[in-house]
């Protein structure tokens, strides 16, 4: 004979929550459900049994995109990599994550992709056409910046752009973020530009010309490097700089802040990256062989580059020992991202045993129930105004 008791309880706050899990290896029938409105005021409340217990599951995705490929593909453990397939081909140059959301832009075009998961990706529009080969995230907005124009685009969720004007039309190759400041550097005439809200800029230039291909914020720092030149230049404020000397003499530089480390690389540089604290002083560390090392990111405490025309990307926890890793397939993967989405399980609506069941106020229903309950099954239950009480009785069999 099945012994009834209380499973659940709960004053619920008007959001979807748990009453009761079924434990692993058990089944569960549920007798009767009270429903108590504590206040006045009608209320509404819907009750549903699931097929398992709604837990969202944060889930570290790394994603890298190629050039003029519909090819992309993702890990959420930077080890198995899983290639498919995005709405379109483009020349698909730099990607970031922010907001919960991955954002993408492209070389020579007018559109952008997105995607909440890393897995399923919509197209979003910009502005106007142009070679968008820069992303940035800060402050809940995400910011682009035009090669060989003077166009800006922000968004802040990677679909809806809003055009912004750079001081001048200059080949801005990359943006970064920080201290309240957007700052985006070019490859021509040492120009410099800064905004805070992506839309309106200011033009600076660093003390010598330099053809600068990436920039990054960490430590109070800006921190930019040039490339065919040892040349580097730090700002506190991406305005005034000051140059300092990069190690070697590199093609295209790409660069990342993490773990209290700015760490860069370059495609023609293929097996060794430069470290800093400070963008003065750089120390050389070694990388795998993986060839023209196209891309590099920090996120989830982990570094990922990945290299051009290969299958290998490589990855660090501390920028001094790298792990070489091998991508599904071989790409001219152009941009790496990492983020970590919410994977939640949907709620089937045919699992709903009552949907907005009216209940007066300082009323108490008792619904009989009967209804079985399977192992890691789970009633959820909601209340509109968040002023009704639930009580679940009924035994575990």
């Given at each position: 004979?099945?012994?009834?008791?209380?499973?659940?309880?709960?004053?619920?706050?008007?959001?979807?929550?748990?009453?009761?899990?079924?434990?692993?290896?058990?089944?569960?029938?549920?007798?009767?459900?009270?429903?108590?409105?504590?206040?006045?005021t009608a209320d509404t409340f819907d009750i549903a049994i699931n097929d398992s217990a709604f837990?969202?599951?944060?889930?570290?995705?790394?994603?890298?995109?190629?050039?003029?490929?519909?090819?992309?593909?993702?890990?959420?453990d930077n080890i198995v990599w899983t290639t498919k397939t995005l709405p379109l081909s483009n020349y698909w140059y730099a990607s970031t994550y922010g907001n919960d959301t991955f954002v993408a832009v492209a070389y020579g075009s007018q559109v952008s992709t997105t995607s909440t998961d890393g897995i399923t990706w919509i197209q979003g529009q910009m502005p106007v056409s142009a070679i968008w080969r820069s992303i940035t995230h800060g402050n809940g907005i995400f910011v682009s910046a035009a090669y060989n124009s003077q166009y800006s685009a922000t968004t802040t969720d990677g679909i809806t752009w809003t055009q912004g004007t750079m001081p001048i039309s200059r080949p801005w190759e990359a943006v970064t973020y920080g201290n309240g400041t957007f700052v985006a550097v070019s490859v021509t005439y040492g120009t410099v530009a800064s905004s805070t809200d992506g839309v309106t800029w200011t033009g600076s230039s660093t003390p010598q010309s330099r053809n600068w291909t990436t920039v990054a914020y960490g430590n109070g720092t800006f921190v930019t490097v040039a490339k065919n030149s040892q040349a580097a230049a730090t700002s506190t404020d991406g305005i005034t700089w000051t140059m300092a000397t990069y190690p070697v003499n590199a093609g295209t530089v790409r660069m990342t802040f993490g773990n209290g480390t700015f760490v860069a690389m370059s495609y023609n540089a293929y097996t060794t990256a430069q470290t800093s604290t400070d963008g003065v002083t750089w120390i050389q560390r070694t990388l795998p062989p993986g060839g023209s090392w196209n891309a590099v990111t920090y996120g989830n405490g982990m570094f990922v580059a990945v290299g051009y025309n290969t299958q290998y990307y490589a990855s660090s926890t501390d920028a001094i020992t790298?792990?070489?890793?091998?991508?599904?397939?071989?790409?001219?993967?152009?941009?790496?991202?990492?983020?970590?989405?919410?994977?939640?399980?949907?709620?089937?609506?045919?699992?709903?045993?009552?949907?907005?069941?009216?209940?007066?106020?300082?009323?108490?229903?008792?619904?009989?129930?009967?209804?079985?309950?399977?192992?890691?099954?789970?009633?959820?239950?909601?209340?509109?105004?968040?002023?009704?009480?639930?009580?679940?009785?009924?035994g575990e069999i």
């Open positions: 004979m099945t012994e009834y008791k209380i499973l659940g309880q709960s004053a619920n706050d008007g959001n979807e929550e748990n009453l009761y899990s079924v434990p692993s290896g058990s089944a569960t029938v549920v007798r009767a459900i009270n429903v108590t409105n504590t206040s006045s837990v969202p599951v944060a889930t570290p995705t790394y994603v890298v995109l190629a050039r003029n490929s519909t090819q992309y593909s993702f890990s959420t790298w792990t070489q890793g091998t991508i599904s397939m071989s790409n001219k993967w152009t941009t790496v991202s990492i983020g970590n989405p919410d994977i939640s399980p949907a709620i089937p609506s045919e699992d709903y045993l009552f949907k907005s069941h009216d209940i007066l106020g300082n009323e108490t229903i008792t619904i009989k129930g009967g209804y079985t309950m399977e192992e890691n099954n789970t009633l959820r239950i909601k209340s509109t105004n968040g002023a009704s009480t639930f009580h679940a009785f009924g």
